[in-house]
C-alpha cells in the first residue's frame, strides 16, 4: 500500500499537509536548498525521500518537505491510509457497481417476488454506513505494511525462489478462499448471524450494490485473510494493489446475478445467488472446494442458466416458497418489505 500513499502523498496530499500544518522556519531553509540546489547540511535532516518501489515512483516536490508531518510521521500516514481506504474503496464500489449494473444486470429482477422496496437506495445507504467505519479497522493493517512489517516484496530479485512471483498468486487465492469460508459459515451460526451477517442477507434478490452492504464488522471479519496473508507470506508490492482491486470487483461480480459460469469449480454469481436465496450453502469466496469438502456446496438449480427458465413464473414460485421455509428457520419472522408481491401475475419471460 505504499505505492499508493506515495501516489496520493505526490499529487494530492503533500499540498494539503503543507497548508494545514506547514514546516518551522528551519524547515523552510532546507526546501529552499532543494530548489536552489544547495548542499545545505540541513538538507534531507528532516525528510529523506525513499521511493516505495523502483517500478513505479514520484519524485516529490518542494510541498512534500514543507509540513510540520513529513510524508514518514505516522500520524500523517494513519490519517491519509484511512482517507485513502474510505475514498478509494467508494470510488471503486460505485465505478464497477454502476458498471455491472448497467451493462450486466437484468433488470427483470425488479419484478421478483422477493425484491424489496426501495432495495438499491437501501444497499447503497448500507454501504455508505459501513465503508468509513471497515476503514478504520483496516488503516492497522496498511500502517504496519508501510512501516515494513509486512513480507512484502519490490523487485524480482527479491522473490524468495524463481517462480514465485507466478506461484504468489494460487497461494493467495487457497489461503483467502479457506479462512473465508471458515469465517463466512461461522458469520451463520445463530448467536452470530442475527447481531452481525443478517444486514448482509437482508438482500434475498441482490443488484451489484448490495456488494459492499455488510455490517462493518461483518465485512471486516471477511476480509482478514486478505490483510494477514502478506505478513506471512511474501507479496509483491505491485501484485498486492492488483488483488486489493481484483477483490473488490470480484465481490461485486458474485452479486451481479448473471449467471455465465456454470462451473463445478468457481464460486461465481450462480452460486451466491444459492447462498441468498437459502442462506446454508456456498460460503466460499472464490471456489466450491471448501463448501464442497465442509458438505454445504449446493448446485445451482439448472433454471438459472437459461433466460426463459431464469426469470419465469414458475421458478421465481419455486425460490419463494423454499426461501420463507429457510426464513423461518433461520431467522424466525421475516421483517423485510417487498415490493413486488403481485408480480407472480404476470407473465415475465
Same mark, same amino acid.
Given at each position: 500500500m505504499d505505492i499508493v500513499l506515495e501516489v496520493f502523498d505526490t499529487f494530492v496530499l503533500d499540498r494539503i499537509y503543507a497548508a494545514a500544518l506547514p514546516a518551522s522556519p528551519l524547515n523552510f531553509v532546507t526546501a529552499f536548498s532543494r530548489v536552489n540546489g544547495l548542499n545545505s547540511s540541513l538538507e534531507h535532516g528532516y525528510y529523506e525521500y525513499q521511493p516505495a518501489s523502483k517500478y513505479l515512483h514520484f519524485e516529490p516536490s518542494d510541498w512534500a518537505y514543507m509540513s510540520q508531518w513529513p510524508r514518514n510521521n505516522i500520524f500523517r500516514q494513519a490519517i491519509s491510509l484511512y482517507l485513502i481506504t474510505w475514498i478509494f474503496g467508494l470510488v471503486l464500489y460505485f465505478v464497477f457497481s454502476s458498471l455491472s449494473y448497467k451493462i450486466i444486470?437484468?433488470?427483470?429482477? !425488479?419484478?421478483?417476488?422477493? !425484491?424489496?422496496?426501495?432495495?438499491?437506495?437501501?444497499?447503497?445507504?448500507?454501504t455508505m454506513e459501513a465503508l468509513p467505519i471497515m476503514a478504520i479497522f483496516t488503516v492497522p493493517f496498511f500502517l504496519a505494511e508501510v512501516r515494513g512489517y509486512s513480507k512484502l516484496y519490490d523487485t524480482s530479485a527479491e522473490q524468495p525462489f524463481l517462480g514465485y512471483n507466478f506461484l504468489q498468486f494460487p497461494c493467495f487465492f487457497l489461503f483467502t478462499d479457506f479462512f473465508i469460508y471458515?469465517?463466512?459459515?461461522?458469520?451463520?451460526?445463530?448467536?452470530?448471524?442475527?447481531?452481525?451477517?443478517?444486514?448482509?442477507?437482508?438482500?434475498?434478490i441482490p443488484t451489484p450494490y448490495a456488494s459492499h452492504a455488510f455490517h462493518p464488522l461483518d465485512g471486516m471479519s471477511q476480509s482478514i485473510p486478505y490483510h494477514v496473508f502478506p505478513f506471512l507470506?511474501?507479496?509483491?508490492?505491485?501484485?498486492?494493489?492488483?488483488?486489493?482491486?481484483?477483490?473488490?470487483?470480484?465481490?461485486?461480480?458474485?452479486?451481479?446475478?448473471?449467471?455465465?459460469?456454470?462451473?463445478?469449480?468457481?464460486?461465481?454469481a450462480a452460486c451466491h445467488t444459492m447462498h441468498h436465496l437459502y442462506f446454508n450453502y456456498n460460503y466460499g469466496q472464490f471456489t466450491t472446494l471448501w463448501d464442497r469438502l465442509g458438505g454445504s456446496y449446493r448446485k445451482p438449480n439448472p433454471e438459472l442458466f437459461n433466460r426463459e427458465t431464469k426469470m419465469g413464473k414458475k421458478e421465481w414460485e419455486r425460490q419463494s416458497k423454499e426461501m420463507e421455509r429457510v426464513v423461518k428457520e433461520v431467522e424466525g419472522s421475516d421483517d423485510r418489505s417487498y415490493g413486488a408481491r403481485n408480480t407472480l401475475n404476470k407473465k415475465v419471460q
Open positions: 444486470f437484468d433488470k427483470s429482477a !425488479f419484478s421478483h417476488p422477493k !425484491f424489496l422496496k426501495n432495495q438499491i437506495r437501501m444497499e447503497i445507504a448500507q471458515w469465517i463466512h459459515r461461522g458469520l451463520h451460526h445463530p448467536f452470530v448471524y442475527k447481531r452481525l451477517h443478517k444486514p448482509h442477507h437482508k438482500w434475498i507470506f511474501p507479496l509483491q508490492k505491485l501484485a498486492y494493489v492488483g488483488l486489493f482491486v481484483f477483490i473488490n470487483i470480484w465481490t461485486i461480480f458474485i452479486h451481479d446475478g448473471e449467471y455465465v459460469a456454470n462451473s463445478p469449480i468457481i464460486n461465481g
